[in-house]
Every structure is written in structure tokens, then in C-alpha cells.
């Protein structure tokens, strides 16, 4: 059996490992049944709170972004383009494609000027063409949005204490856009301009909430649009919703140093075979060169490989927590 043949036979079995694990692993039957209840609560029940509570559900469900319905299966180059939007960094998508078909052709002709090994250095550089980009994008976006939400309760704050002066809300949102450095100026500043040119506010925050994917901007558009429709202080209700975006950034805080500890051991189990393969490759290159030469090495390599990304996948779910 060739390299080649062997190669398809451990994919095809990847692939039946992720559809059995795709099919097997649905919603959890507990947490089905304590939907239905909540609904059943939500619609029976004559308490005020609970009322409220059900129709922010019922808003959220209803306030789904348009842009990400847009770009989904269907629309894969809208989608990145609204992640390369939210890095913040002006990248287009032609320079996103030029930089990881560069650096996908440079990794390969390296690989294989080194190894010799043609499949595994296109294997190679497709995987690091491909997925380091990808991580960059991810990295860049978890960046902004850690500072917008770091910045995002002081905006509020700036909008109650405006809003309780006697300025209007368009006005509050021009002073935050004025006041505030960082994402989450650049984002008021945003709305404020299209409002300025004939837009309602309630689509400016809705484009901007579209774009951003935050949950706590989302929060802050629908009291915005709550608040309209039924009336009551909303200076009350943002300062409601500050301290609410507070005790959240709280508990996020809480749950990265209960887990840091679990998420560094996961790290180094997960970079230590890695880190002795290239030092002894760097050290003996002939002791550890049969894995690029020899095809049960190559299987046995790739074999390892998948389980240890199955190791890793279980150990992100174990560390990681939704609030």
C-alpha cells in the first residue's frame, strides 16, 4: 500500500471519527427539558420580572444579526470579510490570500528542501498556509474585543451621567465617541456618523452590533430598544446594565485564573512532544529522519497527530465555560 493510499485511509477514517462525534454528541436531553420548562414558565407565569425576562428572550431570538445570516455556508467570503473587519486592522481579502498562499509555497519549499519528503512538504505548508493566518485573525479579534469590553461599562457610565444632565441620547453618544480612545470610540464614532446622515439609531446600533458579534453591545441595543417601546428612566437602566457588564467581566476574570492553571498543563503536554522531535531532529537529524522517509514512520507519525489534536480538542472543552 502506498503513501498515498494510506493517506486517504487515516483521512477517511478522520472523517467517520468526526461525523460519529457530529452525530452522537446533540443537545443534551437535561438541558432540552429545562428549556421547555423555562417556557412553559415564561408563558403561564403573572410575575413582572419574569415577564421582562421572556421578552428580552423572545428580542434576542428576534435581533439576529443579518450580516451573519448572510455570511454563512453560502457566503464564506463575506464571512471572512467581516472577520478581517473586526480585527481592526484595514486587511482586505486579497491581501489575506496573498499572505497565506506566500507563506504556504514558502513553508513548502523549505520542508521540502530539508526533507525531500514532496506529499508531506505540501502537507505541511498547506497546514501552516492555511491555519496560521487563521490564528492571527482570531488573535487580532479576541484583542479588540477584550479592549472593547474592558472600555464598554465606562461608556455606559459616560452615557447615564449625560443622560441625567439633560442631554439627549444622540448627543451622550457623540460625547462618548469624543471622549473614549480605542474600539470603543471608533465604533460610537461609527454610529454617530450614521446617524448624522439621515440613519435612525436604533438600525446604527443594530449595523455596528452586526459587525462586532459582542454579546455586550448586543445587551446594550436591546435595552436601547426595550426602552423605547415601553418607555421608564433609561439612565436607570444603563447604569442597571453597567454594573451588570461588570459582574460579568468579574466572573470572566474569575474563571481564567480558576482554569489557568489546568490550561498550562494543557499547553505543555501539548507542545513537549513537539518541542523533543525538533531537538532531536536539530541535535541527530539521520536518528529521527525516517518519519519523512519511511511510510509506516509517515502513518505512524500521522496516526499520532490525530490523536494528540483529539486530546487537545477534549482538553479546550474541559477548560472552557460559558456564562
Known sequence: MSILQLLLVA??????????????????????????LESLRFRHSESTDTKVESQLKKAIASRKPKVQQVAGSTSRIDALAIRLD??????TLSQYFYASLGLALGVTVLVYLRSGAALLSLGVGLFIGLGLPHLAVNFFIKKRTGDFNAKFPDAIELLVRGL?????????????????????????????????????????LQETADRLGIPEFNFFCITLAIQRETGGNLAETLSNLSDVLRKRTQMKLKIRAMSSESKASAYIVGALPFIVFGMIYWINPSYIGGFFTD??????????????????F????????EI
Open 11 to 36: 483521512g477517511g477514517l478522520m472523517a467517520l471519527m468526526i461525523l460519529g462525534y457530529s452525530l452522537f454528541s446533540g443537545p443534551s436531553a437535561a438541558k432540552e427539558g429545562q428549556r421547555r
Open 86 to 91: 473586526r480585527t481592526g486592522k484595514n486587511w
Open 164 to 204: 441625567r444632565s439633560g442631554l439627549p441620547v444622540t448627543e451622550t453618544l457623540a460625547v462618548v465617541a469624543q471622549e473614549l480612545p480605542g474600539p470603543v470610540g471608533e465604533e460610537f464614532k461609527g454610529i454617530v456618523e450614521r446617524i448624522k446622515i439621515g440613519r435612525s439609531m436604533e438600525e446604527s
Open 295 to 312: 511510510d509506516r514512520l509517515i502513518v505512524t507519525g500521522l496516526g499520532g497527530l490525530v490523536w494528540m489534536s483529539i486530546g487537545a
Open 314 to 321: 477534549i482538553m479546550a472543552k474541559m477548560v472552557s465555560f
